[in-house]
């Protein structure tokens, strides 16, 4: 009883006094690092836009496939991961009463890892052993230390997902009976995901390792190929869940509102976490080999994340409804006067909620056959990517950064700080768009992607993309800007704004709402249920391809 008081008090504390100065400054430097990453791979993306528009020709020493290798190394992984990770240990030392020892070393260990692993697999890219892309999935092959690198990238990650189990797990037995706090519950989901994601892509590399060293002639490219897959489609979706969690929880706190329904918002967790995994075919579907019935499933799972999705654009824009109308809206439509647009806090994440409709239809679309055959290996698919990653996830990056940076720091955000995130939002909403809707249209005239700019001989075809690849470069343009402005205002807030408190956002229930059921914590089940949905999805085809397995392929260097 006197530990339970104790704890209690702790949380108190915490909560009356403002993050534990250990745990701010492991979140201070995971999020320092996610926001240069943004900084170099940033300045990388416009000498490949630049580059693709035919304005700026790359160096032989740093081509363009080095430079496209590694914009997607520094923002696919390192801006998410250590984003998301400082992010939710942050809210867990707000929420459970400040980080075990043990889990804050472990968070260390891990941040530790992954800056290793990812300078071992900058180092190859850099001396041109490494120019694989993200998706580094044979038959090209980069040198082995570069997947090493990637290996203690992912024991990093799994450092910082134990970390998070034993510190909701220690709660748990403290406060038997009660509901994990929601944003921790977040967490929990998050890293259930990354840990049981990554699993795959750690099977694929252990599988390239040896073959890039040539010890093994040959590899498996359809086993490669979707055990990435099964990493790769679900790594999209915990970046949403990321960016969800701040929709759901801060954003109403922000206009000054309550959250919807706890019992809806932890079903579409449970609902992302046990769906997501599979649905990996869904990025495989010109591919031979697979079976259209197993084709179909994914695409069927693939597109069953759209029922959560659905009800959070309900729960979220009934919030946004409800609390504009408390605060004096009227009308059909002119409670939307009432919200908060003036906030940088609001209108960043607003802005990637809207964007998340385009882009979730591009999602739809990927994910049918018919239309796949049309987009898949064009522009297309990277206007997409932008659309999801770079508006609807980033931009809520951007929107939870002007308050936890500064609740990390014990600062402020200031008048001018947040008239410049203002201009930094718009900046980078006109640039991401342009750029996107110049993707999208080039994939519907046939122009590829991961290609360097040529006009193929001066065809008439080729020619014709010119505009809209100019269009893309103005829009990339305008996204470095972006990118500078919101660099300088992590930095200022973190080191330099005034001193002061800073509140973490988070929005409490309806006063009448209905008591959430216990079963929504039996976090045991529904990882069980997710392995048997994972298990009937991928055993088949797995086994067929080992079985049945292909001649298989020697390594390829294609640069």
Same mark, same amino acid.
């Given at each position: 009883?006197?530990?339970?008081?104790?704890?209690?008090?702790?949380?108190?504390?915490?909560?009356?006094?403002?993050?534990?100065?250990?745990?701010?400054?492991?979140?201070?430097?995971?999020?320092?690092?996610?926001?240069?990453?943004?900084?170099?791979?940033?300045?990388?993306?416009?000498?490949?836009?630049?580059?693709?528009?035919?304005?700026?020709?790359?160096?032989?020493?740093?081509?363009?496939?080095?430079?496209?290798?590694?914009?997607?190394?520094?923002?696919?992984?390192?801006?998410?991961?250590? +984003? &998301?990770?400082?992010?939710?240990? !942050? /809210?867990?030392?707000?929420?459970?009463? =400040? %980080?075990?020892?043990? *889990?804050?070393?472990?968070?260390?260990?891990?941040?530790?890892?992954?800056?290793?692993?990812?300078?071992?697999?900058?180092?190859?890219?850099?001396?041109?052993?490494?120019?694989?892309? +993200? &998706?580094?999935?044979?038959?090209? !092959? /980069?040198?082995?230390?570069?997947?090493? =690198? %990637?290996?203690?990238? *992912?024991?990093?990650?799994?450092?910082?997902?134990?970390?998070?189990?034993?510190?909701?797990?220690?709660?748990?037995?403290?406060?038997?009976?009660?509901?994990?706090?929601?944003?921790?519950?977040?967490?929990?989901?998050?890293?259930?995901?990354?840990?049981?994601?990554?699993?795959?892509?750690?099977?694929? *590399?252990?599988?390239?390792?040896?073959?890039?060293?040539?010890?093994?002639?040959?590899?498996?490219?359809?086993?490669?190929?979707?055990?990435?897959?099964?990493?790769?489609?679900?790594?999209?979706?915990?970046?949403?869940?990321?960016?969800?969690?701040?929709?759901?929880?801060?954003?109403?706190?922000?206009?000054?509102?309550?959250?919807?329904?706890?019992?809806?918002?932890?079903?579409?967790?449970?609902?992302?976490?046990?769906?997501?995994?599979?649905?990996?075919?869904?990025?495989?579907?010109?591919?031979?080999?697979?079976?259209?019935?197993?084709?179909?499933?994914?695409?069927?799972?693939?597109?069953?994340?759209?029922?959560?999705?659905?009800?959070?654009?309900?729960?979220?824009?009934?919030?946004?409804?409800?609390?504009?109308?408390?605060?004096?809206?009227?009308?059909?439509?002119?409670?939307?006067?009432?919200?908060?647009?003036?906030?940088?806090?609001?209108?960043?994440?607003?802005?990637?909620?809207?964007?998340?409709?385009?882009?979730?239809?591009?999602?739809?679309?990927?994910?049918?056959?018919?239309?796949?055959?049309?987009?898949?290996?064009?522009?297309?698919?990277?206007?997409?990517?932008?659309?999801?990653?770079?508006?609807?996830?980033?931009?809520?990056?951007?929107?939870?950064?002007?308050?936890?940076?500064?609740?990390?720091?014990?600062?402020?955000?200031?008048?001018?700080?947040?008239?410049?995130?203002?201009?930094?939002?718009?900046?980078?909403?006109?640039?991401?768009?342009?750029?996107?809707?110049?993707?999208?249209?080039?994939?519907?005239?046939?122009?590829?992607?991961?290609?360097?700019?040529?006009?193929?001989?001066?065809?008439?075809?080729?020619?014709?993309?010119?505009?809209?690849?100019?269009?893309?470069?103005?829009?990339?343009?305008?996204?470095?800007?972006?990118?500078?402005?919101?660099?300088?205002?992590?930095?200022?807030?973190?080191?330099?704004?005034?001193?002061?408190?800073?509140?973490?956002?988070?929005?409490?229930?309806?006063?009448?709402?209905?008591?959430?059921?216990?079963?929504?914590?039996?976090?045991?089940?529904?990882?069980?249920?997710?392995?048997?949905?994972?298990?009937?999805?991928?055993?088949?085809?797995?086994?067929?391809?080992?079985?049945?397995?292909?001649?298989?392929?020697?390594?390829?260097?294609?640069?």
């Amino acid at each position: 009883m006197a530990t339970v008081l104790a704890h209690t008090f702790k949380e108190k504390a915490n909560n009356a006094l403002g993050v534990n100065p250990k745990d701010a400054v492991l979140s201070k430097s995971y999020i320092f690092v996610a926001f240069i990453a943004l900084l170099v791979g940033g300045f990388l993306g416009l000498l490949q836009g630049l580059n693709r528009a035919g304005i700026l020709e790359l160096p032989t020493w740093f081509n363009y496939y080095q430079v496209l290798t590694a914009h997607g190394l520094l923002l696919i992984l390192v801006l998410t991961a250590f +984003f &998301t990770i400082g992010y939710f240990y !942050a /809210a867990m030392s707000h929420t459970l009463g =400040g %980080l075990l020892p043990k *889990v804050r070393k472990m968070a260390w260990i891990g941040f530790g890892m992954k800056i290793f692993g990812f300078v071992m697999a900058v180092i190859p890219i850099l001396l041109k052993q490494a120019s694989v892309m +993200f &998706t580094f999935y044979p038959p090209m !092959a /980069a040198s082995p230390w570069f997947y090493i =690198g %990637l290996v203690f990238i *992912v024991l990093g990650v799994w450092m910082c997902a134990f970390g998070c189990f034993i510190q909701v797990a220690t709660w748990r037995k403290q406060h038997k009976g009660q509901h994990v706090p929601i944003i921790s519950y977040f967490a929990t989901g998050v890293f259930i995901l990354l840990f049981f994601s990554s699993i795959p892509v750690a099977i694929e *590399v252990f599988m390239i390792i040896p073959w890039a060293f040539g010890w093994v002639k040959t590899i498996n490219v359809m086993l490669a190929r979707t055990l990435f897959w099964a990493f790769g489609h679900t790594l999209v979706n915990i970046w949403y869940l990321t960016a969800v969690s701040a929709w759901y929880v801060v954003v109403p706190k922000l206009m000054g509102g309550r959250r919807w329904s706890d019992t809806l918002t932890r079903v579409v967790i449970i609902a992302l976490v046990v769906m997501n995994i599979t649905g990996g075919f869904h990025h495989q579907i010109v591919d031979p080999g697979i079976s259209e019935s197993v084709k179909f499933m994914h695409v069927f799972m693939s597109l069953a994340i759209g029922f959560p999705s659905l009800m959070t654009a309900y729960a979220l824009f009934a919030v946004f409804e409800r609390t504009a109308r408390r605060n004096g809206g009227k009308g059909l439509l002119g409670w939307y006067k009432k919200m908060p647009w003036s906030d940088v806090r609001f209108l960043a994440p607003f802005i990637a909620m809207v964007a998340f409709i385009p882009a979730g239809a591009g999602g739809i679309v990927q994910s049918t056959n018919q239309l796949n055959q049309v987009v898949h290996n064009t522009m297309w698919v990277v206007g997409h990517f932008h659309l999801t990653l770079g508006m609807t996830v980033v931009m809520t990056f951007f929107g939870i950064s002007y308050w936890l940076v500064p609740y990390l720091s014990g600062r402020v955000l200031t008048k001018s700080m947040n008239r410049l995130g203002l201009i930094q939002t718009w900046v980078w909403t006109i640039g991401m768009t342009t750029m996107a809707f110049a993707m999208h249209y080039l994939g519907l005239m046939g122009s590829p992607r991961r290609t360097s700019f040529t006009t193929y001989g001066d065809h008439a075809t080729a020619i014709g993309w010119n505009p809209y690849l100019a269009l893309l470069a103005i829009g990339g343009t305008l996204l470095i800007i972006g990118v500078v402005l919101q660099v300088y205002a992590v930095i200022n807030m973190m080191f330099f704004a005034p001193k002061g408190d800073t509140e973490f956002p988070i929005a409490e229930e309806e006063e009448n709402a209905s008591k959430t059921p216990y079963w929504t914590e039996r976090w045991g089940v529904w990882i069980v249920v997710m392995l048997v949905i994972v298990g009937m999805a991928y055993v088949i085809p797995l086994t067929e391809f080992i079985v049945n397995s292909p001649p298989g392929s020697p390594p390829f260097k294609t640069w």
